[in-house]
């Protein structure tokens, strides 16, 4: 899925984040695997929330991929 197709207005960082964030990742997971400090994370999720006009993750995921947002890693 790539986010910038359905919200042109994210940047191509913003959806980098939004795809990990999908797969249910947590803000340290998301961190790690971009190699992306967590407080950036969470400064990206604010952005893409606002972008996609919700407030919670759960819902932006909903709305990328019309399902529920997957398990969150332990």
Known sequence: VDPRERFPELTERQADVFRVMVRGLSD??????????ETTVKAHIRAILA????????EAVFEITGRQTAAPRV
């Open 28 to 37: 340290k997971q998301i961190a790690r695997e971009l190699g992306i400090g």
């Open 51 to 58: 972008v996609v006009g919700v407030h919670r993750r759960g």
